[in-house]
């Protein structure tokens, strides 16, 4: 299995920017797709983005749409998340995750499909 690490979060001003980094290693995890969760106090942890294996898709879940964007570095063995105009409302643990099997799409994912997590990075926006 992969481990995962992330790396990126922290506290932010409402409006403001942070950009998220996974890294990978154990295995290659260029012929899986990936994704990245999050999970606020009390709250189910709940999908945000999926990139697909080769990069080429993408899925974002509504709240994050247009404000969130996932990348990957399949050289660097890494997934990025990028949010821009961050709201108290995007306040969570968020996890990095890849798939169980290989050549995965970009579409919604549950946590059932996934064969390993990070740790988790916590970001935090202000009002």
């Known amino acids: 299995q992969a481990q995962l690490v992330e790396s990126g979060g922290g506290l932010v001003q409402a409006g403001g920017s942070l950009r998220l980094s996974c890294a990978a290693s154990?295995?290659?995890?260029?012929?899986?797709?990936m994704a990245w969760f999050r999970q606020a106090p009390g709250k189910e942890r709940e999908l945000v983005a999926v990139i697909s294996w080769s990069g080429g898709g993408t899925y974002y879940t509504d709240s994050v749409k247009g404000r969130f964007s996932i990348s990957r570095d399949n050289a660097k063995n890494a997934v990025y998340l990028q949010m821009n105009s961050l709201n108290p409302e995007d306040t969570a643990v968020y996890y990095c995750?890849?798939?169980?099997?290989?050549?995965?799409?970009?579409?919604?994912?549950?946590?059932?499909?996934?064969?390993?997590w990070g740790q988790g990075t916590q970001v935090t926006v202000s009002s």
């Open positions: 154990g295995r290659t995890t260029s012929t899986y797709a």
């Open positions: 995750a890849v798939e169980k099997t290989p050549f995965g799409v970009a579409q919604r994912i549950d946590t059932k499909r996934i064969g390993s």
